[in-house]
């Protein structure tokens, strides 16, 4: 099972778009109707990114980008967007997770046209899948977040581990 960021898009955003310091990063919400341009990340060209889920959390998580094989890649030269939890609501809640929408600036605004990192293999949408973050331990902070901005519940988070 991949803990992580995974797979590559065919979506380019625009080229000069402004690039962001790299490190951690803080994070205000994962909730897609309340995301702020500082919320804005790129993942473009390294391996993983430490972020802090704020403002509850001080315990940063560690996003990785793995390839075939459970290998570590780094991140597409194109990785620019916003984090966001994602659930279908003709699916289970279980079945919910984060993904990665690529915009072509920084503004939030941007995200409703903004398009999922995809896998190039499978044609689906790159994710971090509840039942990981219900999991591992090393989405303690991405845990609060969700609970926080009430997008999961604790019986649910209980149910998927």
């Known amino acids: 099972m ?5 797979g590559l898009s065919r979506y ?3 080229k000069g778009q402004p ?3 790299k490190g951690r990063q803080i994070i205000s919400t994962l909730h897609p109707d309340r995301i702020r341009d500082s919320d804005y990340m790129d993942l473009s060209s390294g391996p993983t990114r430490k972020l802090i889920f704020a403002p509850t959390t001080t315990s940063p ?3 990785s980008y793995y390839g075939g094989n459970k290998r570590l890649h780094c991140f597409p030269g194109h990785c620019r967007g916003f984090l966001y939890y994602h659930r279908d609501p003709t699916l289970p809640p279980e079945s919910a997770a984060v993904r990665f929408r690529l ?7 941007s995200f409703k046209n903004g398009a999922d990192l995809m ?3 499978h044609g689906r949408p790159w994710s971090v899948c509840l039942l990981s973050i219900a999991k591992s331990r090393c ?3 991405l845990k609060e977040l969700l609970l926080r901005d009430k997008l999961v519940t604790l019986p649910l988070l209980e149910h998927c581990r």
């Not at 991949?2 to 995974?6: A, C, F, K, S, V």
């Open 2 to 6: 991949y803990l992580g960021i995974r």
């Open 12 to 14: 380019t955003p625009s």
């Open 19 to 21: 690039k962001r310091k």
């Open 61 to 63: 998580s560690t996003l």
């Open 103 to 109: 915009t072509t600036d920084t503004n939030a605004s």
């Open 119 to 121: 896998q190039p293999i």
């Open 139 to 141: 989405y303690v902070s």
